[in-house]
């Protein structure tokens, strides 16, 4: 048997990817586009899309791909996918009709025994609707490509779902062969099950980012962390270590969004119940506007000429598409607003109405407020001096936790963040109380700002349990930190020695916060413990507090 020919119509992201990682396995590979303009670019290895390693595996694998604007071309080819992204419009409705197209163009040009393959994105009923090419030669493939690791997934697969007219009967070998190539699970089932496992894929992602998200919101209210929260839940095995619980600002991107409308519009036709799509649409758009909601409270209301820096244009990273980006979103609230925008792969010149710039500390220089909505690795380089030092204003927004909350805080900046309460200065009269890696315990109010970090000590002599060592900073303004108290061990105890306690002075005004702390330890600890006055050779009066050892975790 002659080596097995592989054809991908429709040189979109789908089907480039899809391309090149078919050529990695060793097998030829025609590249068809009607777009002549496109395949003269792909030719000079110049590729519409941005992929981690992508341009590196088309250079290995450059022999045996070619690209072609003539549909005849397919000709010589035993397994022809159709391969090209499938449009939606901002309702997330699939526009079919290029795909139908495709299928009727190319099918004119299979061989009698070639077998045709749909690959791209499609709703229930549509590969069983298909009659240009016989049923027994026409299969639906599901893909499960991720934009930013569409190459590690395209060469990696977690298996194939095939979507067959008859199931039990085996796959033909020209096409069992390119999948076998792959060293993945084959799993064969009917069209429309096949159809509708890709969109149940999308789902259990969907429902995993709402839970993610509702649970996250609800974390900032009440001083929890989502963040030490998901460790728990990876360990468990009815969730498991590879589900996606990282809150984000909504679903976007278009793949997902189609998958919803394609099931709304299906049970709708049907009768069937989605009460529960709606309500993850309704969450989607809640969290798109976290952003907003923190601008709005924190600057906008109060400065409504306020500068604004927005790092981050695409709808993640390691991409460049922007369909249903939350950053645009976002902008669009503030386009009377004085905007500087970045972003690594976008063109800033999409914004119309804000001021672009080529480096993001460009955009932090006189801002009042900075945003980083798309979580690029560059954006984590960045030091909060240099961000203390450019910015008139002290708020940071990082949804996704790209900086060092603790150290934005400690130089003054109010550090917002999805799951977690925020961090730093908000309103005089507010204490936060911060433990561990600067994560918040639980906010309170008192007369004056404080903020109490905890960090554990094993003992060096043999005692079993975990000491904490603590100590108290108080903020003279909103802006900026000094440290009014320090940690001072019982006398007679040499440093490194194992403590069963150890007292906490701290200055007589900060009397409200000392309650605070001493209620919360005791509650960890579940002993009650009366705090009480001493003279010492300090001149102002102190709080003398004894903290018991806590039954608590050995790292908090």
């Not at 005849?72 to 449009?87: E, G, Q, R």
């Not at 820096?309 to 902008?331: C, F, I, Q, R």
Request: glycine letters at 8%.
């Amino acid at each position: 048997m002659d080596a097995t020919v592989v054809s991908f119509a429709g040189m979109t992201h789908l089907g480039i990817i899809s391309a090149i990682a078919t050529a990695a396995k060793g097998f030829s590979v025609v590249g068809y586009d009607g777009d002549e303009g496109l395949v003269r670019r792909l030719d000079r290895q110049d590729l519409s899309i941005l992929e981690p390693d992508l341009d590196r595996l088309l250079v290995a694998n450059r022999d045996r791909i070619r690209f072609s604007n003539t549909s005849s071309d397919v000709s010589a080819c035993d397994v022809v996918y159709i391969a090209a992204d499938v449009p939606t419009n901002d309702a997330g409705e699939s526009d079919l009709v290029p795909i139908a197209a495709l299928v009727d163009g190319i099918s004119r040009h299979l061989r009698d025994d070639a077998i045709l393959v749909v690959l791209c994105q499609v709703p229930p009923g549509f590969t069983r609707s298909i009659s240009s090419e016989p049923h027994s030669r026409l299969f639906y493939q599901v893909e499960t490509l991720i934009f930013g690791r569409a190459v590690e997934r395209a060469l990696n697969p977690e298996r194939f779902i095939v979507g067959c007219a008859d199931p039990e009967k085996p796959l033909p070998p020209r096409y069992r062969e390119i999948l076998d190539a792959f060293g993945c699970p084959i799993l064969p089932m009917r069209y429309e099950s096949a159809e509708l496992a890709k969109i149940s894929i999308n789902f259990c992602f969907v429902a995993s980012v709402t839970v993610a998200n509702v649970l996250a919101e609800l974390s900032e209210s009440i001083g929890a962390d989502w963040a030490e929260i998901v460790p728990a839940l990876r360990l468990d095995r009815r969730v498991g270590q590879y589900s996606y619980l990282s809150p984000g600002l909504g679903i976007a991107g278009g793949n997902l969004e189609r998958d919803l409308r394609t099931v709304l519009n299906l049970a709708g036709e049907r009768g069937t119940d989605v009460g529960v799509v709606n309500a993850w649409i309704a969450n989607s758009r809640r969290r798109r506007d976290w952003c907003w909601g923190v601008l709005q409270e924190r600057v906008v209301n109060s400065n409504p000429t306020a500068r604004i820096g927005v790092l981050g244009l695409a709808y993640k990273e390691h991409t460049h598409s922007t369909k249903n980006s939350p950053a645009l979103a976002l902008l669009g609230r503030l386009r009377r607003m004085d905007l500087r925008v970045h972003d690594p792969v976008v063109p800033a010149a999409i914004v119309t109405y804000a001021t672009g710039c080529s480096e993001p500390l460009a955009c932090a220089e006189g801002a009042d407020a900075l945003v980083l909505t798309t979580p690029w690795l560059q954006y984590r380089e960045l030091q909060i001096a240099d961000l203390a030092r450019l910015m008139t204003g002290r708020v940071l927004i990082d949804p996704y936790r790209l900086l060092n909350g603790g150290e934005a805080a400690a130089a003054g900046f109010e550090y917002h963040s999805l799951g977690m309460p925020p961090l730093g200065p908000a309103e005089p009269g507010t204490a936060m109380l911060v433990h561990g890696n600067d994560r918040p315990v639980m906010p309170k109010r008192a007369s004056s700002w404080v903020r109490v970090d905890l960090s554990a000590m094993r003992s060096r002599a043999g005692w079993n349990g975990t000491e904490f060592w603590s100590y108290a900073s108080l903020a003279a303004t909103s802006t900026s930190w000094r440290q009014m108290a320090s940690t001072d061990s019982p006398r007679g105890c040499a440093p490194g020695m194992c403590l069963s306690r150890f007292r906490l002075w701290l200055p007589a005004a900060t009397q409200r916060c000392c309650e605070t702390i001493s209620s919360w330890w005791q509650r960890c600890s579940g002993q009650r413990r009366q705090s009480r006055w001493r003279s010492s050779s300090i001149s102002a009066p102190t709080r003398y507090m004894p903290i018991p050892r806590p039954r608590y975790p050995k790292r908090l």
